[in-house]
Nanobody, 128 residues
Framework: QVQLVESGGGLVQAGGSMKLSCAAS????????MAWFRQAPGKERGFVAS????????RCVDSVKGRFTISRDNAENTLYLQMNSLKPEDTAIYYC?????????????????????WGQGTQVTVSS
């Protein structure tokens, strides 16, 4: 098991930046593929970005390419999402997710059902 706690959300103006963190505890953090998902009001939860166990592979949804960067620090058991050039349509609850991959370290998964553990979420609101 792994416990995930997100932080760093809040209110920001359009064009601004914000960095989300996800602190993990429990099993060895480097055994998990990690991801960020988000859910906007009235919409289904959707994929944002994911990163392989050692950080060598990342994926992100087209709408955030060039603006968001996912990273991880395995020594600090922390996942990050740096968000730049934020838009009102980025407003959502952002969730950190983990998938146990004891040996696989390739391109990370992008579907929410492929992740086993979830944080409680952090609200990001971008004002226009």
């Amino acid at each position: 098991q792994v416990q995930l706690v997100e932080s760093g959300g809040g209110l920001v103006q359009a064009g601004g930046s914000m960095k989300l963190s996800c602190a993990a505890s429990g099993r060895t953090f480097s055994s998990f593929t990690m991801a960020w998902f988000r859910q906007a009001p009235g919409k289904e939860r959707g994929f944002v970005a994911s990163i392989s166990r050692r950080g060598g592979f990342t994926r992100c949804v087209d709408s955030v390419k060039g603006r968001f960067t996912i990273s991880r620090d395995n020594a600090e058991n922390t996942l990050y999402l740096q968000m730049n050039s934020l838009k009102p349509e980025d407003t959502a609850i952002y969730y950190c997710a983990a998938r146990y991959d004891s040996s696989f370290d390739g391109p990370p998964k992008t579907r929410d059902y492929e992740y086993d553990h979830w944080g409680q979420g952090t609200q990001v609101t971008v004002s226009s």
